[in-house]
């Protein structure tokens, strides 16, 4: 994993950023290595859902995206997210006193904790038996740091959600996995997208 961390390092633009997403013990471990050649940036929190127990250890209620960028980075926003409501009564679950009017106008400020989407991909919409992570996670990240023209660099592609935001946004990518079954799967999805968008090829 170092290698590859080293390798994404010397592909990575100046002005380019990093996002690796793993587990808190690995986070650390990996930000650690990552930080004498990268600017560290944000250590975001995804919320877990479930309530299984993980050893003797306390629950571990969230997944770790760090974002890491090479200099200054060319691209970033601070994107905007709708308040959240309860989908029973409709009533904001979390109370803005007197700033709700301006929440409502303008949207609430993305944190470094983002509990308003599952760190996996529900079953009855995934596209293999493992976990695939969220297409609004990518969609996020891309908020923030993908400038168009953009690249986008995924050596652990997985069933793809990544490259297909990419693709959806008109970004340039390049991906590989090391389960031939998932390239076959990205492969598939990107074949159904580019039916939809008649004279745009995605290799």
């Known amino acids: 994993m170092e290698d590859i961390l080293v390798e994404s390092t010397r592909i990575l633009e100046d002005g ?30 995804i919320s877990m859902k479930n309530g299984f127990m993980r050893g003797k250890r306390l629950y571990p209620a969230h997944y770790v995206l760090l974002m890491f960028t090479k200099g200054r980075p060319n691209h970033f926003t601070r994107p905007r997210i709708e308040p959240k409501q309860c989908r029973h009564c409709k009533e904001y679950i979390k109370d803005y006193g007197g700033y709700t009017h301006i929440i409502e106008k303008q949207g609430i400020n993305l944190s470094d904790f983002w509990e308003d989407l599952s760190p996996v991909r529900h079953s009855n919409r995934k596209n293999r038996s493992a976990n695939e992570l969220p297409p609004l996670l990518f969609s996020r990240v891309f908020d923030i740091s993908g400038g168009n023209p953009g690249y986008y660099v995924d050596p652990f592609a997985g069933a793809g959600s990544g490259v297909l935001q990419a693709a959806k946004l008109g970004l340039k990518f390049s991906a590989c996995d090391i389960v031939r079954t998932n390239c076959d799967i990205i492969k598939r999805l990107l074949d159904q997208l580019k039916s939809l968008r008649k004279g745009k090829r995605y290799d």
């Open 16 to 45: 380019g950023t990093l996002y690796l997403y793993h587990i808190p013990v690995w986070a650390m471990r990996f930000g650690t290595f990552l930080e004498s050649r990268l600017h560290f940036k944000h250590w975001i929190a």
